[in-house]
């Protein structure tokens, strides 16, 4: 029997994870790149909201590209 701070510990990190066929540091290399591309995407609109003449079509470009990229992620996984 697991003892409790292990179940926890299972559960935070390592379950959602497992669920998605990935290990902790796959899981962690996909968060974070992915994040990363959001983080430049935001930057990127917040610049268009000030000036409209710039990155025109990138943020929506670049969220139909991330959002197919996780429909094809949770097609195979088939986790929500």
């Known amino acids: ?36 591309i959001l983080l430049v995407t935001a930057f990127c609109l917040l610049v268009h909201g000030l000036i409209p003449g710039l990155f025109t079509h990138t943020a929506s470009n670049k969220i139909k590209e991330l959002n197919s990229i996780f429909e094809q992620r949770r097609n195979r996984t088939n986790y929500d």
């Open 1 to 36: 029997m697991k003892n409790p701070l292990h179940n926890m510990l299972d559960k935070a990190f390592l379950e959602h994870p497992r669920l998605n066929g990935e290990s902790y540091a796959q899981h962690m290399a996909f968060t974070l790149k992915y994040g990363a």
